[in-house]
């Protein structure tokens, strides 16, 4: 995705690979329960916990757009725009259930998928399963933004910032009692991650960035917060009115990966989004000329106008890289309604271009960026570094009708060791050279990709088994 361990490419370019939508999108759909008729949108998270073997989702479920008549919460008004945190669950990330969680009344019942969080109103939650906490009742932790303009005679309080709150088993929350822990709002999805490199908890999202851009804090213990500071923002090149919605990010085989929503202002007026790399959550690179990774659909399509991704959008099973987002028909002019007035014989077409559903989409493993040859010949060569004791060389690569050639060499360019060509589609291939690695001599060492009519994904050390 970047140039960090590459010292030079010849005949090589490198490419954004876009995942496959499922053609059966959204797999959550507005209007498929009373309270998300407004929107069913991934402003949440998708995790995919191995050792239950299952996809969880928390998203933000609209029951009223802002202008409608406000919805009930365990027997009283919400305020306006309101947004409840729902909960599903699913084996396979296409079909998906929305358990009765007997939680929160909405409109006189409980048997609803609402999650009990927040005071009033929880928007952009970013959850992370922490099993590593001593404490049961926190291995659950969300990161969001919590607002409420109460009523005249309300009993909610008013609050306008950045919240967390935590829970055993991902459905019922416990807000911490010094929320909010960042005095600063962020009108968008949220993001939250554990970075194990560094051992700290990042949280990302508008607060504190000035507009649409993005702000990035961290935590020793999800409470104190650093004050943000400002790490993603369109520049000119992306052209006038262009800003950065948001950006869905994953630390992902040791990088942060990022998925920033591009929001063109004053042109299309839609979102799609692209694909950026960071060493650190802190300086970050648009990738491949800023292709788009996710695009929107064909006009008329369920997510033609908008798309936004979840918290840690990518969730790796297998082979398989699952990306889970959120669409919108209409485009984000979508909310000028002028000629759309509750009544109108045109309300309902309104209605449809502007509720956001959920859809997913898959990739290989790896597969977000390729470096592509042609018929001619490509060279990668890496940058030189010590080779590990016990390690073996993986790559993963498509050259089903090309062929890939590795070589070992020195600092000078002396061939030490080589694979034979190899031909074939290859997720996780251990590559064996044409003799004992250990055999060439003890000094620094650069690896040389020949690649012909293919594309070469990633390659990493492994520890021998």
């Known amino acids: 995705m970047d140039d960090a361990v590459i010292e030079a490419t010849r005949g090589l370019k490198r490419v954004v690979n876009q995942p496959q939508k499922y053609p059966r999108n959204p797999v959550i759909r507005a209007g498929q329960t009373p309270w998300q008729t407004f929107r069913a949108q991934v402003y949440g998270t998708v995790l995919y916990i191995p050792d239950e073997r299952k ?57 609803n998928n609402i999650c009990r969080m927040a005071t009033e109103c929880a928007e952009g939650v970013a959850v992370i399963h922490d099993l590593d906490d001593p404490d049961a009742n926190r291995r659950y932790k969300a990161f969001y933004w919590e607002h409420a303009v ?33 005095g600063q709002a962020s009108d968008s999805g949220q993001q939250a991650l ?11 999202g508008r607060f504190g960035a000035g ?5 990035m804090s961290k935590s020793n213990y999800f409470t104190g917060w650093t004050p943000s500071q400002l790490v993603m923002a369109a520049d000119a090149k992306d052209g006038p009115g262009v800003q950065v919605y948001g950006m869905g990010t994953t630390f992902y085989e040791g990088v942060f990966i990022g998925l920033p929503w591009m929001y063109h202002q004053g042109t299309t007026e839609k979102i799609d989004v692209e694909l950026a790399v960071s060493r650190d959550c802190i300086n970050w690179e648009r990738v491949a000329d800023r292709q788009i990774f996710i695009p ?72 977000f960026v390729s470096m592509d040859a042609g018929k001619q010949e490509g060279t990668l060569l890496t940058r030189a570094f010590p080779w590990p004791a016990d390690r073996e060389l993986h790559v993963n690569a498509d050259v089903s009708v090309g062929r890939l050639i590795v070589e070992m060499v020195n600092e000078t360019e002396q061939v030490l060791v080589k694979t034979r060509p190899m031909t074939g589609d290859f997720r996780d291939v251990k590559l064996a050279f044409d003799c004992e690695v250990t055999d060439r001599p003890r000094e620094k060492i650069q690896l040389r990709f020949h690649l012909q009519s293919g594309k070469l994904y990633s390659f990493w050390l492994e520890q021998q088994h």
């Open 55 to 111: 996809f969880k989702m928390w998203y933000l479920a609209g029951p009223r757009f802002p202008w409608e008549k406000p919805a009930t919460k365990d027997g009283r008004l919400v305020c306006p725009n309101f947004q409840f945190t729902a909960y599903a669950e699913s084996v396979d990330g296409f079909q998906w259930q929305l358990p009765a969680l007997g939680l929160v009344d909405f409109e006189g019942s409980k048997q």
């Open 150 to 182: 109460p009523y005249e005679g309300s009993p909610v309080k008013p609050i306008n910032g950045m919240s967390v709150s935590f829970s055993g088993d991902g459905k019922d929350w416990k807000e911490h009692p010094g929320n909010p822990v960042i």
């Open 194 to 204: 554990w970075d194990p490199d560094r051992r700290v908890y990042r949280a990302m």
């Open 211 to 215: 507009g649409r851009r993005v702000a």
């Open 296 to 367: 929107n659909g064909k006009p008329g399509q369920w997510d033609a106008g908008i798309i936004f991704t979840a918290s840690q959008p990518l969730q790796v099973v297998g082979d398989t890289v699952y990306i889970f987002y959120s669409g919108v028909q209409g485009n984000h002019d979508y909310n000028l309604r002028e000629h759309a007035q509750p009544g109108d014989t045109n309300y309902e077409m309104y209605r449809k271009r502007a509720t956001a559903s959920i859809g997913v989409a898959t990739i290989r493993r790896d597969g």
